[in-house]
């Protein structure tokens, strides 16, 4: 019985090796075939273009335009015309309180003008100058007849109800956003308090630094991009426009740089990515894909004639996307590099190649 198992356990075990010799052999051939096809790989033309030195910061978006409103007396919210987020225009009614006495006094105040215009007309014609017009009169009897007939008094008895009754009536100063309403028709609404803010939300500006290193990188008037942390995908354009002469305790420099947009997704108060860009001449730009390391060395693959090429390259800068290769080493403007497949790449390696059309620098 011993015998039977012992025979059946050699005969598994010469079955398991005849297998995966075969298997070593099919993966042999496999290889084989690879080599002498080849590895496929991607390439691209080295263009002639400035390196973009990029400068990331972050900043916080601010409104050129801003005012916080208050109503200059203590009375009952009677009418609330907006709400957070409405656009409103230059002059818009934007709340009222109660004002029904300062109405009647309002009233009466325009019944006194009027009465006081017929009683200077009585003196007027009291004095002989019935058919003279105002402009024609005398400056010193003029000002007598109307401070006799009571009509500068008045007249600042309008103005002082005009103004009390304004008072009671908030008003947009200028075009903009409503922002950071928090009371109720009905609250009591106190002049210490302030009732609401008004944003323009097209005169934007953004605040950011950079250090003190970094400084030769920007100038005033320099274009600059945006991007918002809330859509990594939208962008807006912006142009520095002022640039503080200061570098403070931890070695910053304050930026400032107006928003050219009439986009409303930007908000005061919101922070974003500032994006400046540099062009560098004299350089050659491959993508970041087409450098690998070889022996702790930085590789760059050319194609020449079917067969990878590599080239020991020096980096003198990097962006997000690009690196700027020392110009005068071994690759030259129009080479042919490698950007995919390259990883496993050896010199001289055979290599199916397929062109793609891809800018080098964005």
């Not at 690759?331 to 793609?356: E, P, Q, R």
């Amino acid at each position: 019985m011993k015998k039977i198992s012992l025979y059946i356990f050699i005969v598994v075990l010469l079955f398991s090796c005849q297998k995966e010799k075969k298997k070593q052999a099919e993966d042999d051939i496999l290889t084989a075939t690879s080599i002498s096809n080849g590895v496929n790989v991607s390439t691209i033309t080295i263009q002639n273009q400035p390196f973009q030195i990029q400068l990331i910061a972050n900043g916080i978006v601010e409104a050129v335009q801003k005012s916080e409103l208050r109503f200059k007396t203590n009375e009952q919210l009677v009418r609330l015309n907006v709400s957070n987020g409405d656009l409103v225009t230059k002059g818009q009614e934007i709340a009222s309180l109660e004002n029904s006495l300062l109405a009647n006094n309002l009233e009466k105040a325009t019944i006194d003008v009027a009465k006081a215009k017929n009683k200077f007309i009585e003196e007027k014609i009291n004095y002989g100058l019935a058919n003279v017009s105002e402009k024609d009169m005398k400056p010193a009897v003029l000002k007598s007849l109307k401070i006799k007939s009571g009509y500068f008094e008045a007249e600042n008895a309008l103005a002082n109800a005009q103004l009390l009754y304004k008072q009671t009536i908030l008003k947009a100063p200028f075009d903009g956003v409503i922002a950071n309403v928090k009371v109720k028709e009905g609250f009591y609404v106190s002049a210490s308090e302030v009732f609401c803010t008004i944003i323009n939300p097209t005169k934007l500006e953004v605040v950011f630094s950079i250090l003190e290193s970094e400084y030769s990188f920007v100038k005033k008037g320099q274009k600059i991009t945006l991007q918002s942390f809330s859509n990594v995908e939208k962008t807006f354009k912006g142009i520095i426009s002022q640039i503080n002469p200061l570098v403070d305790e931890n070695g910053l420099i304050e930026i400032k740089a107006s928003i050219n947009t009439k986009d409303l997704s930007l908000f005061d108060g919101m922070h974003v990515k500032v994006l400046i860009n540099k062009p560098i001449k004299d350089v050659i730009v491959v993508p970041k894909e087409a450098l690998v390391l070889r022996s702790n060395r930085k590789v760059v693959f050319t194609l020449e004639n079917g067969l990878a090429k590599w080239n020991y390259v020096t980096e003198l800068y990097e962006n997000s996307t690009h690196y700027a290769i020392k110009k005068g080493e071994n690759l030259k403007k129009t080479d042919t590099i490698i950007v995919s497949g390259n990883m496993n790449l050896s010199h001289d390696a055979k290599v199916n190649a397929a062109f793609i059309n891809k800018k080098q620098n964005k």
